[in-house]
């Protein structure tokens, strides 16, 4: 696992390199899963179909790539410059790991597509105290996404699990589209 992170983290660079992007900015995927939840709000700039790439420039003006699997990129088809991006990920350490790519307005609901290539559950729920991340007095409500599937939900709150996992819907939700990359417990 190790050498997968290092060889991801290495291509990470060359792109940058290749693109002019600051390596600062460049965020690499860990499947190992954290704690922190972020998030990057941006535009797109760009998809590089060659290095399975996705750039873009952040509210701040900086730019960031981020490498995905083969199956995000080819959704993203649809998607042109200048189109609002977010990218939602955890952080552990200095490494990020990507759970979603999502594009706000691109859909009139939250519609979350499954592309992490395994059956997962979409944990949706209401805010408490007017923040995501904090057990609800209700259950929260689990949808299972097969690979490639689409889900939805009106509820304030979402994470995704592995299939047969939950989590603590702690991000926010919004109308657009989403793409699943990674879902942790």
């Not at 200048?82 to 519609?111: C, H, N, Q, S």
Request: glycine content about 12%; some cysteine; proline content about 6%.
């Amino acid at each position: 696992m190790r050498r997968r992170v290092s060889g991801i983290v290495g291509f990470g660079f060359v792109l940058a390199f290749l693109l002019g992007i600051s390596p600062a900015g460049l965020c690499a995927q860990d499947t190992s899963g954290g704690r922190r939840f972020k998030s990057v709000h941006g535009t797109l700039d760009a998809v590089d179909l060659q290095l399975n790439g996705v750039i873009m420039r952040t509210d701040e003006g900086k730019r960031v790539a981020w490498k995905f699997d083969k199956a995000v990129i080819a959704q993203l088809t649809g998607f042109k410059p200048g189109d609002p991006m977010v990218v939602i990920y955890r952080e552990k350490g200095k490494d990020k790991a990507v759970t979603a790519l999502a594009f706000p307005g691109a859909a009139a609901t939250a519609v979350y597509v499954n592309t992490t290539g395994q059956r997962v559950e979409l944990v949706s729920g209401p805010m408490v105290n007017g923040a995501c991340g904090a057990p609800a007095d209700t259950p929260p409500n689990v949808t299972t996404i097969p690979m490639g599937g689409r889900a939805d939900t009106a509820d304030a709150c979402w994470c995704c699990a592995p299939a047969g996992e939950t989590c603590t819907p702690a991000n926010k939700t919004g109308a657009g589209r989403a793409f699943l990359t990674n879902c942790y417990k």
